[in-house]
């Protein structure tokens, strides 16, 4: 299996434009999470989704920000508009939605806002 | 906000010797998951510890855990310059959601 996709892998964008990230999971599994890294606030959940209904999007932190779930091998993060403090790496990771198991991690896009 | 929190932020060592890193957690879990993270990649899942589990070993690592204290240790015996990550603590209450801790930057130099 290729793993956890993500495009674009770097994005490098004016403030106010609209930017979506987008994230491929890993066949089979049925547990979708998009988490920001940043220095100053480390790692945070925004949301996730089982079976591609959202569950918990306590994170996600204003209505600029949306994500959505198409199907079970597709999903999109969608800032608009965009901001500068929106500068982070965002991750996708997936997992099999047992309460045993670990979250597989994309390889991240880096997204710059100026 | 984090959950687990790791202890120390950050650690240096020399290649053969152990490396030790503990983190807090402060509510109940249902497990405790290590994930280790290089510069500019994805996390990787490392091992998982269930909550009446006290310890485990996969290969170099050896985690412990102690609910009563609600506190994990990771022990990385032998590092090799490879081991030069950062580590995080995850804490799964009820549902699928991990909640991160703030990570520990861990350099073996050669």
């Known amino acids: 299996d290729a793993g956890v996709i993500q495009s674009p892998r770097h994005e490098v964008t004016e403030m106010g434009q609209e930017v979506t990230l987008r994230c491929k999971p890993i066949?089979?599994?049925?547990?979708l999470f998009w988490y920001r890294q940043t220095m100053m606030r480390g790692l945070e959940l925004l949301i996730y989704?089982?079976?591609?209904?959202?569950?918990?999007d306590s994170g996600m932190p204003e209505d600029r920000f949306s994500a959505k779930m198409p199907n079970a091998s597709f999903s999109t993060l969608k800032i608009q508009p965009s901001e500068p403090r929106d500068s982070a790496v965002y991750f996708c990771?997936?997992?099999?939605?047992?309460?045993?198991?670990?979250?597989?991690f994309g390889p991240g896009t880096r997204l710059t806002v100026t | 906000s984090q959950q687990g929190e790791e202890d120390p932020q950050a650690l240096s060592i020399q290649e053969g010797e152990n490396a030790t890193m503990n983190c807090s957690y402060k509510?109940?879990?249902?497990?405790l998951q290590w994930y280790r993270q290089n510069s500019g990649r994805g996390l990787v899942h490392l091992i998982l510890?269930?909550?009446?589990?006290r310890e485990k070993h996969s290969g170099r690592l050896r985690v412990t855990l102690d609910t009563s204290k609600k506190s994990s240790s990771l022990l990385i015996t032998a590092s090799r310059a490879a081991d030069t990550a950062s580590y995080f603590c995850?804490?799964?209450?009820?549902?699928?959601?991990?909640?991160f801790g703030g990570g520990t930057r861990v350099l073996v130099k050669p």
């Open positions: 989704f089982n079976n591609n209904v959202p569950i918990d």
């Open positions: 990771a997936s997992s099999s939605g047992t309460v045993v198991d670990e979250q597989y």
């Open positions: 510890i269930r909550s009446n589990e």
């Open positions: 995850a804490t799964k209450a009820a549902g699928n959601k991990l909640t």
């Open positions: 509510t109940s879990i249902n497990n």
């Open positions: 066949s089979g599994h049925n547990s």
